[in-house]
């Protein structure tokens, strides 16, 4: 069983900035692919960014938040962060981290094994 708490959420202007943390438990997390995906109220969950295991090599960003998100890990502390910069008011919506435990670095929620509860980030104009 694997726990990730997400936190960092809150409500910030337009072209503000948010870092975004989930807390996994369990000895092996950097054996886990992470990756983080947003749902908006009224539409379908999508995927944000993702990271590959370990050295986290390999990172794949949804088009819509390339160069303005950045996701990375930090494995001594069983924690994978988002770091979002020139937020839009479209970036609102409840924003959850999950983990693949078979390693595989991918963008569909139907890989991911477990879920955060999500953290709300909210972006006025």
């Known amino acids: 069983q694997v726990q990730l708490v997400e936190s960092g959420g809150g409500l910030v202007q337009a072209g503000g900035s948010l870092r975004l943390s989930c807390a996994a438990s369990?000895?092996?997390?950097?054996?886990?692919?992470m990756g983080w995906f947003r749902q908006a109220p009224g539409k379908e969950r999508e995927f944000v960014a993702a990271i590959s295991r370990r050295s986290g090599a390999n990172i794949y960003y949804a088009d819509s938040v390339k160069g303005r998100f950045t996701i990375s890990r930090d494995n001594a502390k069983n924690t994978v962060y988002l770091q979002m910069n020139s937020l839009k008011p479209e970036d609102t919506a409840v924003y959850y981290c999950a983990a693949d435990l078979s390693g595989v670095t991918g963008s569909s929620a139907r890989e991911y094994d477990y879920w955060g509860q999500g953290a709300q980030v909210t972006v006025s104009s």
């Open positions: 369990g000895r092996t997390f950097s054996s886990y692919a």
